[in-house]
């Protein structure tokens, strides 16, 4: 009966596992773990210590003209985009999930493409559409008999305000994707007695979706707000000024790394606020579900003008945010004879994909080394250090690339005056001056985008299956090759795809630790837009956007199924 029991409760494998010494290599997974936790820790590390002991301190001459200015534009931009994005993201997943009109099949997913499209891309085209010389305008000038600007006012899209449109417009997906899913889980028994109490739709949704919504929405709110720090291309080329273009201006331009490493700082003081915010809203909430028995979202069906008008909401950020763009781009690279599908967009194209595979190669090991070292009873230490080293998805690209050059740089340097003094050989810049300093700053910026997908593959394998391993005398490393890495496949891809296509797109990093004369399509679309010249690079920008549709499939794909038992039915 006791063998019985232990054989159902898995008792007996626990034990025996938990008796193993040192020797069965668990040890050797753990001390694996801090020291790769630690080095892809060390570029946030190198920002504090640089920032607190500059060789030239000029912070009280940054505090006392540029800073403040810094701060109170980033504040201004956050605040934009985090109401634009609240509000286009939650009322579009509410509609979808809750709501049956004209078009939802085709919106529940659709709603999530401007996720592929670069914030600077869309700045580019906007620009190109709305400026004086563009088409817009032109339009205007023809139809009204204006001559001149005096003769009318128009918006300036290189503004702050356009900033914030630009960046919502392609920001607002990930607050779309938490709250739909957020949505689709709640207990239709709730939403339907709120309905009983004379709640309408919109009632519905302030008084009882979005309390119980609420730390979904403010998860896809913080994510879109890191990815506004992060932004430079847009605010560059609106010159709009943040802590981001602060950190390029000092450092590239005053030539102050010690500077540049002091603004980073206070930039990840906004990280860390976000990051507190978001803990904070959350905090001694608990949400359950009050049956096992879950029946589909019906949806409240929306009739005549009332469902004309949620189909036009959901259809206006789409167009705006992928399809007008999108458009343009294929229509300069495909018909227009200024665009460039030359022998220099191919090597950059091989460049970045070349650059996206090797990220998504390294950051997909890493990830497996310090999940597995995790599950492998991992004390707190072990799980702290691992948190740390996924904070790097929070650190704008922009600052992490001060953090990356500095301790390589060092290393560069203390091994060149080494050999020039024993050997009288210089090996110049070895790590930072390469493409090593890239694929690290992309292992250390995306490191917990693989890590979140190989824990949830992880965490689907039973423990009795690897309990079951180990007392057929497997050892930690043979368990994981024979037993976990065939069950957790397609976590694996699916980290490495998230990877690979972040890579793609990321620019700021890019632009500071890229080697000399050497390009990817962000740089290149980056170079070629900035000098005016948009129809040039349109094959290339088309190409970053189209690598970006593959995830956000399958992203759509997972929020639909994220309530058990839904039907997809035909609208």
């Known amino acids: 009966m006791t063998a019985g029991a232990d054989a159902f409760t898995g008792a007996g494998p626990a034990r025996e596992l938990a008796a193993a010494g040192p020797g069965d290599g668990r040890r050797r997974w753990h001390v694996a773990a801090l020291l790769v936790a630690g080095f892809v820790a060390l570029p946030v590390l190198a920002i504090a210590w640089m920032a607190l002991f500059p060789k030239e301190n000029i912070w009280p001459h940054l505090a006392s003209t540029v800073l403040p200015g810094y701060v109170l534009t980033t504040l201004a931009l956050m605040l934009g985009v985090g109401i634009g994005t609240f509000a286009i993201g939650t009322g579009t997943a509410w509609l979808v999930a809750m709501c049956r009109f004209p078009g939802r099949r085709l919106f529940e997913w659709t709603l999530l493409l401007p996720l592929a499209m670069p914030g600077y891309l869309i700045a580019y085209v906007y620009t190109d559409l709305l400026e004086y010389a563009g088409p817009v305008q032109g339009l205007l000038r023809e139809m009204f008999g204006w001559s001149s600007r005096r003769d009318y006012w128009f918006p300036d899209i290189r503004s702050l305000g356009g ?199 390294v950051a997909v090991a890493i990830a497996t080394l310090l999940a597995y070292a995790a599950r492998q009873r991992a004390g707190g230490v072990v799980r702290g250090a691992i948190r740390l080293a996924s904070v790097g998805y929070a650190v704008p690209g922009a600052v992490l690339a001060i953090g990356v050059l500095i301790p390589l740089a060092a290393f560069d340097n203390a091994l060149d005056a080494f050999l020039r003094q024993t050997l009288g050989v210089s090996t110049g810049l070895l790590l930072s001056g390469t493409v090593t300093a890239l694929i690290f700053a992309y292992t250390v910026r995306f490191l917990a985008v693989s890590l979140g997908a190989v824990e949830a593959g992880l965490g689907r394998v039973t423990p009795s299956m690897e309990m079951a391993a180990r007392t057929l005398g497997h050892s930690p490393s043979a368990t994981l090759r024979r037993l976990h890495l065939p069950m957790i496949r397609g976590s694996l891809l699916t980290g490495g795809l998230l990877v690979f296509v972040d890579t793609m797109k990321e620019l700021p990093a890019t632009l500071v630790l890229r080697p000399f004369n050497f390009d990817t399509l962000a740089t290149y679309v980056y170079q070629y837009a900035s000098d005016e010249r948009l129809e040039a690079c349109a094959p290339a920008a088309l190409a970053i956007v189209v690598a970006g549709i593959l995830p956000v499939l399958l992203l759509a794909r997972s929020v639909g199924t994220a309530r058990p038992g839904t039907r997809r039915d035909a609208d």
């Open 163 to 361: 900033a914030i449109a630009m960046l919502t417009l392609v920001l607002y997906p990930y607050v779309y994707a938490l709250a739909r899913a957020s949505f689709l889980e709640q207990s239709i028994c709730v939403l339907e007695v709120s309905r009983t109490l004379g709640r309408g739709t919109w009632r519905a949704l302030l008084d009882v979706g979005l309390p119980l919504a609420r730390p979904a929405i403010v998860v896809g709110v913080t994510l879109a707000l890191m990815e506004c720090l992060n932004d430079f291309g847009t605010i560059d080329f609106f010159a709009v000024r943040t802590l981001t273009a602060g950190v390029f201006d000092v450092w590239l331009r005053m030539g102050n790394a010690g500077g540049a490493a002091q603004i980073a700082l206070v930039m990840l003081g906004f990280v860390v606020l976000l990051i507190w915010a978001e803990r904070r809203s959350r905090a001694r909430q608990r949400f359950h579900h009050t049956s096992s028995k879950l029946r589909p979202i019906e949806g409240l069906p929306l009739r005549g003008g009332k469902g004309w008008a949620a189909a036009a909401a959901c259809a206006l950020p789409v167009l705006l945010g992928f399809v007008l763009p999108a458009g343009v781009l294929a229509k300069y690279a495909f018909f227009s004879g200024s665009a460039e599908w030359s022998h220099d967009f191919f090597r950059h194209a091989l460049n970045s994909l070349g650059l996206a595979t090797a990220a998504a190669v």
